[in-house]
Nanobody, 119 residues
């Protein structure tokens, strides 16, 4: 089992910055990939960025150059630094951890943190 707790969301003006944090606990040694997803009202949840256990990262085209995912293994925490925020970044942001489970992958989710960008 993996538990994820997000923090750092809030209200910010367009052009501003926020840093989201995701603290992991439980069977963290088993985590293969950690990522951030977001879901805007009326839209499907979408992948924003992920980071592998080896440190490789990947980003959605819409956030490349503006968002940076990183991790602090000593704190079991993954971060999402967001700069130059735009109203279209408004969404609930969810932390995700993927854990291999035999032939499957098990997904764990945090409770979500709201990010609202005003124009």
């Amino acid at each position: 089992q993996v538990q994820l707790v997000e923090s750092g969301g809030g209200l910010v003006q367009a052009g501003g910055s926020l840093r989201l944090s995701c603290a992991a606990s439980g069977s963290i040694f088993s985590i293969n990939v950690m990522g951030w997803y977001r879901q805007a009202p009326g839209k499907q949840r979408e992948l924003v960025a992920f980071i592998t256990s080896g440190g490789s990262t990947s980003y959605a085209d819409s956030v490349k150059g503006r968002f940076t995912i990183s991790r602090d293994d000593a704190k079991n925490t993954v971060y999402l630094q967001m700069v130059t925020l735009a109203p279209e970044d408004t969404a609930v942001y969810y932390c995700n951890a993927r854990v291999p489970d035999g032939n499957r992958v098990r997904d764990y989710w945090g409770q979500g943190t709201q990010v609202t960008v005003s124009s």
